[in-house]
């Protein structure tokens, strides 16, 4: 599922999370965020609006945000909302898959969607508590271009070895050598 949605794929997200939701019903964990983002990718932006307003565990502001993809008016007031939620949760030890972990993730990707990378940029790189992999998947989902595109997305990859990893095994999707030592990302 998780590969499906982070390269894009609306049919297979959708496919996939319902059939999650199935298999957990009745468990906290029933993949109506992966539902939800499969409906966005796949242009249902209503039916992901009906999962984010009907379940407890989205923040507020998430709603707002859907609607701040296709209108840049409704913005500021979301981004505002955005860095509260960060605020209240920077210092706190999040584990993974914890209520606080996806909100996190929910500032991550409403920054992606209105192309305000720097505070998921934040998150992604200067909040302890956030697992590597989960710098990754940021990073890496179809829509994340404007958090490619940050100035520290670039060293990142440095830092971490990525850009040796992809010489060795191949090329993301999104990203392509420049040269032998350089990269470029979508």
Same mark, same amino acid.
């Given at each position: 599922?998780?590969?499906?949605?982070?390269?894009?794929?609306?049919?297979?997200?959708?496919?996939?999370?319902?059939?999650?939701? #199935?298999?957990?019903?009745?468990?906290?964990?029933? =993949?109506?965020?992966? @539902?939800?983002?499969?409906?966005?990718?796949? =242009?249902?932006? #209503?039916?992901? @609006?009906?999962?984010?307003?009907?379940? #407890?565990?989205?923040?507020?502001?998430?709603?707002? /945000?859907?609607?701040?993809? +296709? *209108?840049?008016?409704?913005?500021?007031?979301?981004?505002?909302?955005?860095?509260?939620?960060?605020?209240?949760?920077?210092? %706190?030890?999040?584990?993974?898959?914890?209520?606080?972990?996806?909100?996190?993730?929910? !500032?991550? $990707?409403?920054?992606?969607?209105?192309?305000?990378?720097?505070?998921?940029?934040?998150?992604?790189?200067?909040?302890?508590? !956030?697992?590597?992999?989960? %710098?990754?998947? =940021?990073?890496? *989902?179809?829509?994340? $271009?404007?958090?490619?595109?940050?100035?520290?997305?670039? $060293?990142? !990859?440095?830092? &971490?070895?990525?850009? +040796?990893?992809?010489?060795?095994? =191949?090329?993301?999707?999104? /990203? #392509?050598? &420049?040269?032998?030592? +350089?990269? $470029? /990302?979508?």
């Amino acid at each position: 599922m998780l590969a499906a949605r982070m390269a894009g794929d609306a049919e297979l997200t959708i496919k996939y999370a319902m059939a999650v939701g #199935e298999l957990r019903r009745g468990s906290r964990f029933t =993949g109506s965020g992966d @539902l939800a983002e499969g409906y966005l990718l796949a =242009g249902q932006k #209503e039916k992901a @609006l009906e999962i984010f307003s009907r379940d #407890e565990d989205y923040p507020d502001w998430l709603s707002s /945000c859907v609607e701040a993809r +296709d *209108n840049p008016k409704l913005v500021e007031g979301v981004y505002e909302s955005m860095q509260e939620t960060f605020d209240l949760l920077h210092d %706190k030890e999040i584990r993974i898959y914890s209520n606080e972990m996806m909100q996190m993730w929910w !500032v991550i $990707r409403c920054s992606s969607w209105i192309d305000k990378p720097d505070l998921a940029v934040d998150i992604l790189l200067k909040t302890p508590a !956030v697992p590597t992999e989960a %710098k990754f998947f =940021g990073f890496f *989902n179809s829509d994340a $271009r404007s958090l490619r595109q940050h100035p520290t997305f670039h $060293r990142f !990859v440095l830092d &971490v070895g990525l850009l +040796d990893y992809w010489k060795k095994w =191949g090329w993301s999707d999104y /990203c #392509e050598p &420049v040269g032998d030592d +350089d990269f $470029r /990302c979508d």
